[in-house]
């Protein structure tokens, strides 16, 4: 799969975040998934949750602030 998910949790409160990461993530078995998120706490879980479920994670701080997961399998 050659093609990169985006998903923009921007905005959103925890749990939202992680459950927007699974919903792009259930049924991939391997490709690249961009995860937007605003706050350190969203980072964390986010990341978290993708490193246990076998995911690489590389985060990217935002130019105006946030934060960009690249999750890669």
């Not at 105006?64 to 690249?70: F, P, R």
Request: charged share 20%; with cysteine; net charge neutral.
């Amino acid at each position: 799969m050659s093609d990169v998910i985006t998903v923009n949790a921007s905005g959103l409160s925890c749990p939202q975040p992680v459950m927007l990461t699974k919903k792009a993530l259930d049924g991939l078995s391997s490709g690249t998934v961009e995860i937007l998120v605003d706050t350190a706490t969203s980072r964390n879980n986010v990341s978290r949750f993708a490193s246990n479920k076998g995911w690489n994670v590389d985060v990217e701080e935002r130019d105006g602030g946030g934060y960009k997961l690249t999750l890669t399998k």
